[in-house]
């Protein structure tokens, strides 16, 4: 690795030694005789200290010159300063300048939102939102172990498709040559039938829902982790997601500890995210809405404010189960012991970041699945692949998919999910 160049973030393992770091300008502060530099590479920040005496005219004369932004590469010797963020600093003898950066439109000052946002290719420098990012990048990859050391294949699933999957409400329609089809809503169908291949699989990609609503938990394209089991029920579903959830969180704790503590995120709240997380039925959680004085009407769907006075009466994520059928998707299998209810579940996270999981047991039978196609006012004709499943060694099966958006979000303690993914797509916004 000799033509690497060093990072930030490797600065400890050469104490005493030059260094080339390659970055750009952060910030600069003069003192007369001697100015300091913030350099920013991406994997940190660090203090570069220039002496006149020790440097070149040239170099000291930059101080003058450099904007915030600008490129540079500079060389200098790693030495200990506990003062300094991550305890170095750089004492520097050479700056080779790249790029002398116009003036940066985001300063160190606050900025509106709406105005970061349309700034989204820059604003992706700044600290915060540099963090939330890498917690994304570790959830991501704390999936991937998780499942990938469960046994579990990974099995991507078409973006183009001819059916829908939740309702046929937010599809995004495109023209297929001579026919129409939709973005996908959810990789779910396509996990079933991979389970029947595999057994147990996983679909990780992005979904896609043309979602009129202005929240702050919806996006028009978000990616989706949806692991399907064969032979796997309801109960054993919920063992997955809270198995899964607690994972990614407790990796987070662990991996994460620079990210969460620039986001000032509150660290106990996720050290009580282990297993078992509560699970209660919908009935109970219409309960607890009645008891605490919401306007919620029973049978419905909870709104964010539900989701929140719910999760306000646990620690850790709640699991909520058997939902009234007629609010969930048409592929849900009906609880043997009330008819009315579906063996769905969600899960919501707590401290009021809403509904993360949705998933539940899988209608097994072909002729209930036909006769529930129809109910929904579905064609019939894009499903018949997936009703082969119900033909051909139907099993009990089970799945779930968990919004990575919404997860990290709540694990980076960030109110609004546009600052969850790196370009975010909502109905108003589509640059950059
Ligand atoms: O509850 P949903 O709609 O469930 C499904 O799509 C199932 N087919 C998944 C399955 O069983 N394989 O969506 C699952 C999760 C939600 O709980 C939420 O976290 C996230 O996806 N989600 C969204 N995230 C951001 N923006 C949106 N518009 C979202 N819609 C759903
Ligand atoms: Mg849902």
């Known amino acids: ?10 600065l400890k393992e050469f104490e005493g030694k030059e260094v080339s770091l390659n970055g750009w300008v952060y910030n600069t502060r003069s003192i007369g005789k001697i100015w300091f530099l913030i350099l920013r590479d991406g994997t940190g920040l660090v203090q570069c200290v220039v002496v006149e005496a020790e440097t070149d005219k040239e170099v000291f004369d930059l101080e003058n010159t450099l904007t915030q932004e600008s490129s540079i590469t500079v060389t200098g010797t790693v030495r200990p300063e506990p003062r300094s963020v991550g305890g170095y600093e750089l004492g520097v003898a050479r700056i080779e300048v790249h790029q002398i950066a116009d003036e940066y439109p985001i300063s160190h000052k606050e900025h509106g939102t709406d105005f970061l946002m349309s700034n989204r290719h820059l ?3 700044s ?90 938990r919806h996006l028009t394209e978000f990616w989706m982790i949806e692991p399907e089991m064969a032979y796997c029920d309801l109960d054993e579903n919920m063992e997955w ?24 995120r509150d660290i106990e709240k996720l ?8 699970r209660i039925t919908y009935d109970e ?14 049978g419905s769907d909870f709104g964010g404010t539900d989701e929140t006075i719910i999760s306000e009466q646990f620690d850790r994520p709640v699991m909520i189960h058997r939902w009234p059928a007629e609010i969930k998707a048409f592929y849900m299998k009906r609880d043997p012991e009330n008819e009315k209810l579906a063996l769905g579940v969600d899960m919501i996270a707590p401290e009021g970041f809403g509904e993360i999981i949705g998933g539940g047991q899988r209608e097994d039978d072909h002729d209930t699945l036909l006769k529930r196609i129809k109910e929904h006012e579905l064609p019939v004709e894009p499903f018949q692949w997936y009703l082969d499943l119900r033909k051909y060694g139907s099993v009990p099966h089970s799945g779930f998919g968990l919004g990575l958006e919404r997860t990290v979000g709540w694990i980076c303690g960030t109110k609004h999910i546009r600052e969850t993914i790196p ?5 108003y916004r589509i640059e950059p």
């Not at 959680?285 to 029973?298: E, N, P, R, V």
């Open 123 to 125: 604003w992706l420098r």
């Open 241 to 264: 997601a809270e198995k899964h959830v607690s994972y990614v969180v407790q990796w987070c704790l662990e991996n994460c500890k620079e990210e969460l503590k620039v986001l000032e």
């Open 423 to 427: 370009y975010p797509r909502t109905m």
């Open 271 to 278: 050290e009580k995210v282990v297993p078992p997380f509560p």
């Open 1 to 10: 690795m000799d033509n690497m160049t060093t990072t930030i973030s490797q």
């Open 127 to 216: 600290k915060n939102q540099n963090a939330i990012l890498r917690v994304r990048h570790q959830v991501v990859k704390a999936t991937r172990d998780f499942y990938d050391n469960n046994g579990f294949t990974l099995m991507d699933s078409p973006i183009l498709t001819a059916n829908s999957v939740e309702g046929t409400s937010t599809l995004f329609e495109l023209d297929y040559f001579d026919r129409s089809a939709y973005l996908t809503q959810s990789g779910q169908l396509y996990g079933e039938s991979s389970a029947m291949a595999f057994g147990k699989i996983y679909v990780f990609g992005p979904t896609f829902r043309a979602e009129k609503s202005k929240t702050r």
């Open 285 to 298: 959680a219409a309960k607890i809405l009645k008891d605490k004085g919401s306007d919620f009407t029973y």
